[in-house]
């Protein structure tokens, strides 16, 4: 019982202090936005500090590309060994909030098999979805008949929320990428106290 204190003792000052140190002027966890999450938690950008991941802008309406863009998430993070697949995370928010609400995403993250870790499927109100996309440097323009043109790509965020890399490689591994986020997660776990 005093192990399992002394370690939440520990945890809890960790987070403190790392709490405490300020962002970075480039990190994208400057950016004051709320996600909900397909499980119905609302989360600040910003929560996500301290973990290594891939983001995409998506919409799960989408017939042609996005599935494309879920696919190479996945097979980027497959292309791991198992130790660093455990330390990545996998985030692909919607960029179509009057469709895609907390019920449809949770349906296409069932339908497509992404799990809780590493995967989160979000959605944020339109305002704070131009804000992300903006920030991200992903082009997102509405084409009518809930059709979306948008330029696809993965981003890798270090744990900090700086964008490390990026590729606009769909459909396919980039290996350059994935190299990117090998070394990513191996200087994370440097780092790591």
């Known amino acids: 019982m005093k192990r399992v204190l002394l370690f939440f003792s520990l945890l809890l000052i960790g987070a403190s202090v790392f709490a405490a140190v300020p962002l970075r002027g480039d990190s994208i966890y400057q950016l004051p936005v709320t996600l909900t999450a397909q499980d119905g938690h609302q989360f600040a950008l910003s929560a996500r500090r ?21 696919d190479t998430m996945q097979s980027t993070a497959l292309a ?79 744990a900090e929320g700086r964008i490390v890399a990026r590729t606009a490689t769909i459909g396919r591994n980039d290996p350059v990428f994935v190299e990117a986020v090998r070394k990513t997660l191996a200087a994370q776990g440097a780092n790591a106290p």
Not at 54 to 61: P, W
Not at 129 to 146: I, N, P, T, Y
Request: hydrophobic residues 45%; charged residues 25%.
């Open 50 to 70: 301290g973990r290594v991941q891939v983001v995409s802008l998506f919409y799960t309406s989408c017939t042609m590309v996005c599935p494309l863009i879920i």
């Open 80 to 158: 791991l060994d198992e130790h660093s697949r455990a330390k990545l995370e996998l985030l692909a928010v919607s960029f179509d909030p009057a469709h895609d609400d907390v019920r449809v995403l949770s349906r296409y993250a069932k339908r497509h098999g992404l799990h809780t870790p590493p995967w989160t499927l979000a959605r944020a109100e339109a305002a704070d979805v131009r804000k992300l996309a903006a920030v991200l440097s992903v082009r997102v323009r509405e084409a009518g008949d809930g059709e979306f043109n948008h330029t696809s790509e993965l981003i890798l965020l270090d």
